[in-house]
């Protein structure tokens, strides 16, 4: 059974950072694609940061800059490393594991910018 399992969200101020962490389990981790989606409340699920297999990363323009992915395939976990955070980055963000005909989501980890 795959599960990925987010973690690392939380309150923190505008300008702050956080570092969310995706743990996938029951899969092959390392020879597939990854990436992180958010979804604010009333609005649709916006792509964030890819991830190949061959660590090969691609970002929103909004948070090129500012976020940074990366995985570890010994800890089979990628990492959304987010700075200088905005409050309309408010969202809940979910890890996404993608390729050869799979295709799994986490459950998602809130995000709240807020002073």
């Known amino acids: 059974q795959v599960q990925l399992v987010e973690s690392g969200g939380g309150l923190v101020q505008p300008g702050g950072s956080l570092r969310l962490s995706c743990a996938a389990s029951g899969i092959v981790f390392s020879i597939y694609n990854m990436a992180w989606y958010r979804q604010a409340p009333g609005q649709q699920r916006e792509l964030v940061a890819t991830?190949?297999?061959?660590?090969?990363?691609n970002y929103a323009d909004s948070v090129k800059g500012r976020f940074t992915i990366s995985r570890d395939s010994v800890k089979n976990t990628v990492y959304l490393q987010m700075n200088s955070l905005k409050p309309e980055e408010t969202a809940n963000y979910y890890c996404?594991?993608?390729?050869?005909?799979?295709?799994?989501w986490g459950q998602g980890t809130q995000v709240t910018v807020s002073s």
């Open positions: 991830i190949t297999s061959g660590s090969s990363t």
């Open positions: 996404n594991l993608w390729g050869m005909n799979q295709d799994y």
